[in-house]
């Protein structure tokens, strides 16, 4: 397992959640996010995309014609910050800004078809990590992976107070 954070690795030995404490397994999904996601920026680093490219390209193409706002909420950035990586991505011709069809202030992006060759690329990236991160779990574990952090996410957005009950 990789090293704790240096917070986390200089806390005094009883702050420390046992293993098996629930506490633990929230450390545990933070740091493996995070290398997951490391281990991801290296791969399509590769194929010459940043993260701030890929993940607006990502988030476009699973919400074509979003306004920036959405987006921003989506990339978790301000609007201003979404704005910016849009209008670089834009220059280098992969999205492009329409007109929104009812609000004269607001614009709509999508992705250009210069950026089908990139999404390809990202989409093979992508299907071989998840294959290399879940190639020693059955396909009963990942589904029952799934549906445990998808509990978790439940949970995560009643206490935020976004959320609904579940039926």
Excluded at 133 to 153: G, I, M, Q, W, Y
Aim: with cysteine; glycine share 4%; charged share 25%.
């Amino acid at each position: 397992m990789a090293a704790l954070p240096p917070a986390v690795e200089d806390a005094p030995e009883q702050v420390l959640p046992d293993n098996r404490h629930p506490r633990s397994i929230g450390l545990k999904i933070t740091v493996l996010a995070r290398q997951m996601r490391q281990c991801f920026d290296e791969r399509v680093g590769e194929i010459g995309v940043t993260r701030a490219q890929w993940s607006l390209i990502a988030a476009v193409a699973r919400n074509p014609g979003a306004t920036q706002r959405t987006i921003a909420t989506q990339l978790e950035v301000t609007d201003v910050t979404a704005g910016r990586m849009i209008d670089r991505i834009c220059s280098d011709g992969l999205l492009e800004r329409r007109e929104h069809p009812t609000d004269r202030r607001a614009y709509c992006v999508y992705l250009t078809p210069a950026a089908q060759p990139v999404l390809q690329k990202l989409m093979a990236v992508a299907e071989e990590h998840e294959q290399a991160l879940f190639a020693s779990l059955e396909k009963a574990d990942v589904d029952r992976l799934n549906e445990l952090l998808d509990t978790l996410s439940h949970n995560v957005a009643m206490l935020r107070g976004i959320g609904r009950p579940r039926p």
